[in-house]
């Protein structure tokens, strides 16, 4: 008897003691690094240490459209290269297009020379008229399927750079399913220019303004194939007031970000606002030297994701392979800006589709609430068990007490988050902890009231309820564990402690308790039970 | 020994009729909101129907009256607000109303108010947007989680008793998820995920409480103490009552701490935990016993396990 309670106590000593080797790192700060340092702890949702989740859609079918139109400009430029007129173009689909050529065996060779410049692209010859012939040009499947892969791929990467630039600890960015990111960013302060800087496309173009048509013409429809209209937006500094400037500019890009070295902010001293300079890297200065020699006294639009920053004159020709944008930027929006271009544009569009973001002031007090409730619903359950079940209820409070501790732990052991609903969870496994002890102190005093000594009344009290107890805890864990597969995460962070808490009850309340019993009785045999 | 019930010898069976009358009606009721919430009427919160959530917290007292006027204005006419009393707290909701487009009206929203209530500073608490999709997405989900879940119940229990026990705890279960829907949509307050989660909790709670009585008809068939079943079931009952109670009061005092210091996140979760305990109680009693009586007939063959 003797040596099954000592190896019995050993056992609670020991899980004890190393309960609180495992919490106390996630409770206090005030212990030695080499402690601290080396334990898992608790995680705090989002929902309690406040921060952003957001969930985006990533546009595939956009990704594969600028593909298919960054092929038909190269497409072209190649064919006048090689000397073969292209008469018409004609986007077809979301995935390709056609080119017209003029009759005589203009159309064949260009088939020729396509297939073998864009191995990616499928090319084939189409219809042959008297007034000339049609290549047709698409994706082939394995490419579209290499970009849709990429665009996810690529945007995660892209994503991350931005977010490590920005400075969030401990970021979480996955791609979920086909087309879906997840982001999550614990502890971001400044909610809207984190999502911001996240779902920005931050596709930078430099593109030529066509000062040979009409704005008032452009606006009324008659925009120039090779022209779109895009939109300078600036804000007088004095009144606030935000105006939009139409510029009718050349469709083409003469340069893009993705040949962008570094970017850094600037401040004018002398007007006082912030500017973004960049660097090129070398294919990039090349091109800017060679375009800007080309036009000058033109003015060159600087377009980010379609919206016009800024469309200076080109004085001269600029060989050094920097260039600034301007505009009136608050210190803020420069220094996003400058992260979006040192991190790249997303190779397609996001939306937002799910944005979560708790401020960490809701966080805090969440906690404390949270905390508050715990501790008063823990208190009125341990009083209720004691005032009926005297000292019986005593035990099982004790019971409690290291079912809590126990559960804490093994949250800290497992890295798990503890989400606000977590904590709903502890405090309803706490009332349910409870539930096996009272299954078996009713159990004792049937058998008291049937005349058992107390001893025999103890025993047959655990043995009747054993199953019943197991069953009882089955049932709420299979609940659990399929909230924990369906939820989502604070959801999940509830089915976690439940599940947690109420498996760990299986041993407290069996075990801690009854050891209590068989010790008072080992002793010397009970004569009466306060129960 | 303190004792909330003694000896009772209440005729449980006896009372079936009213009972399942009452549960009929719950049920019929819970229907009832399961087609609307699947739907996406009946109050869902913004995770399940889509749209935006925000809580603002004012420096000052804030007219809601001005506050659904300045929205009205914006075209945002069917928002729903909600103050914290004693906290300045507002919380926004705009719903998405099955809208297929998918735009995010926070960020205009929160502007438009620190114009408008320029005399009144805030703080952005929380935002949550969804898009429909992810809130279809959800519905989908939580539904099949209740599903998932009833069949892995009537499993296990048709392995620990037999099937008929299984698929009777199966059914008061589902009878205690209707009721808390129907209970929840007569009272109009809303259903979001933790409802759900809620429900799923209740569900697990009280088939503990079923599978208690179940335990106790087993083995009281075993020891034939009563000559029928029914009468076997009212014995059953009458033995776990003190238990039941017992356990339903912790549970019940732990839920109600939440209710009332747990803060306003988790307060319609505290209640339909509250509500769900309540319900569960009566279920173990009321459903699940005389189901299985009326499927069994009143032979006394011994169960399994």
Known sequence: MWKSISWRITLIAVLTAGSLIVLLPSLTDQLPAAWKDRMPKINLGLDLQGGVFLRLSVELDKAIENTILRYSDEARAVCREKGL?????????????????????????????????????????????????????????QEIQAIRTNAVVQGVETIRNRIDQFGVREPQIIAEGEDRIVVQLPGVKDQQRAIELVGKTALLEFKLVDDGVSIEEALKGNVPEEDQVLYQKSVDPQTGRATKTPLVVKKRALLTGDTIKTAKV?????????????????????????????????????????????????????????????????????????????????????????????????????????????????????????????????????????????????????????????????????????????????????????????????????????????????????????????????????????????????????????????????????????? | MMELVKNTKIDFMGLKKYAFAFSAALTILGLVGTVQVYRGKANLGIDLAGGTSMQLKFQKPVAMDEVRAILSKAGHAEATLQGVPGENILLIKLRAHGKAEEKMVAEPVINLLRQSLAGNPFVVESVSEIGPAIGHKLRQDAALALLVSALAIIVYLAWRFEFKFGVAAAIATFHDIFAMVGIFFLLGIEKDLLFITALLTIGGYSLTDTVVVFDRIRENIRLRKRATFSETINLSVNEVLSRTIVTSLTVFLATISLLLFGGIVLHNFALALAIGILIGTYSSIFVASPVIAMWRGEKMTEVKG
């Not at chain 1, 203009?106 to 692209?121: G, M, N, Q, T, Y």
């Not at chain 1, 009125?380 to 501790?405: E, Q």
């Not at chain 1, 058992?452 to 805890?473: E, M, N, P, Q």
């Open chain 1, 85 to 141: 007129p292209v008469l018409a173009y004609q986007k077809a689909g979301n995935d390709g297009f056609s080119l017209k050529f003029p009759p005589g065996d203009f159309a064949a060779r260009a088939v020729a020379l396509l297939k073998d410049e864009f191995p990616s692209l499928t090319v084939s010859l189409g219809e042959v008229k008297s007034d000339g012939a049609t290549v047709t040009v698409s994706l082939k499947p």
């Open chain 1, 266 to 531: 600037n401040f004018d001293s002398r007007q006082g606002g912030a500017h973004v300079s960049m660097s090129f890297d070398s294919r990039g200065a090349k091109v800017f030297d060679r375009v800007t020699a080309e036009n000058v006294k033109r003015r060159l639009a600087i377009v980010l994701d379609d919206s016009i920053y800024s469309a200076p004159v080109i004085q001269e020709r600029i060989s050094g392979g920097e260039a600034q944008i301007t505009g009136n930027f608050t210190p803020e929006e420069a220094a996003d800006l400058a992260i979006v271009l040192r991190a790249g544009s997303l190779p397609a569009p996001v939306k937002v589709i799910q944005n979560v973001s708790i401020g960490p002031s809701l966080g805090l007090d969440s906690i404390q609430k949270g905390i508050r409730a715990a501790i008063i619903g823990a208190l009125l359950v341990v009083i209720f068990m004691a005032v009926y079940y005297r000292f019986a209820g005593v035990v099982a409070d004790f019971a409690l007490v290291f079912n809590i501790l126990f559960l804490l732990a093994g949250m800290a052991a497992f890295s798990a988050t503890l989400t606000l609903p977590g904590i709903a969870g502890i405090i309803l496994a706490i009332g349910m902890a409870v539930d096996s002890n009272v299954l078996i102190f009713e159990r004792i005093r049937e058998e008291i009231r049937a005349k058992k000594a107390v001893r025999a009344a103890i025993d047959a009290g655990y043995d009747k309820a054993f199953w019943t107890v197991v069953d009882s805890h089955v049932t709420t864990l299979i609940t659990a564990v399929i909230l924990f597969q369906f939820g989502t995460g604070p959801i999940k962070g509830f089915a976690v402690s439940l599940s947690m808490g109420v498996a760990i009850n299986l041993f407290t309340a069996l075990v801690c308790t009854k050891v209590v019993f068989d010790y008072l009785n080992a002793k010397k045999p009970m004569q009466a039970l306060s129960i």
